[in-house]
């Protein structure tokens, strides 16, 4: 952790250095200043999608602060990444990390539009099916997660899904 304290004093307008303190503090479990950290990055970087990716997924991977930062920072990236699929994922990832599953269908049913074969697309989508009680869609996108996937995190997570709900 000193040495990240240390690259990012040195340097503190630089959003990469930021960016690697707020991962070292969130893998020590100290979420305040890791938030703190990739916040600070994307305020130095505001044109840089990278960075608010990054927060966007520290604060819906840790349920930290989703509302109020994460969900922000999400539709930063869209805004800056219209034309991506991964961008209009996050937004989704993101509402399903605050349990708003009627916006992450439509954000992740957006990112299928843009690229019908985004495996992490499908997954979210599958999970979101789920916490919507809406079995047979779940299904096929954790099937179709599974099948675009099968060596990746993506789909060895839908197929854990599967062989637990189904």
Known sequence: MAQFQWAAAIQPKNPAFQA???????FAGDLPPALAAYQRAAEL???DATYWRTLATFSGQY????????IPAAQQVLELRPD????FDLLGWTYLAANVTGLAEGNLLAALRLDPDYAPA???LGITYLQMNK??????????????????????????LLALYF
């Open 20 to 26: 690697a303190l707020g991962e070292a503090y969130a």
């Open 63 to 70: 349920f930290f602060r989703v509302e109020e930062v994460g």
């Open 122 to 124: 499908h997954l979210h």
């Open 84 to 87: 991506e699929a991964a961008s």
């Open 135 to 160: 079995l047979e869609s779940a299904r096929a996108h954790l099937l179709q997660a599974q099948a675009l996937d099968p060596e990746g995190a993506e789909g060895r997570a839908a197929a854990q």
């Open 45 to 47: 970087a505001p044109a």
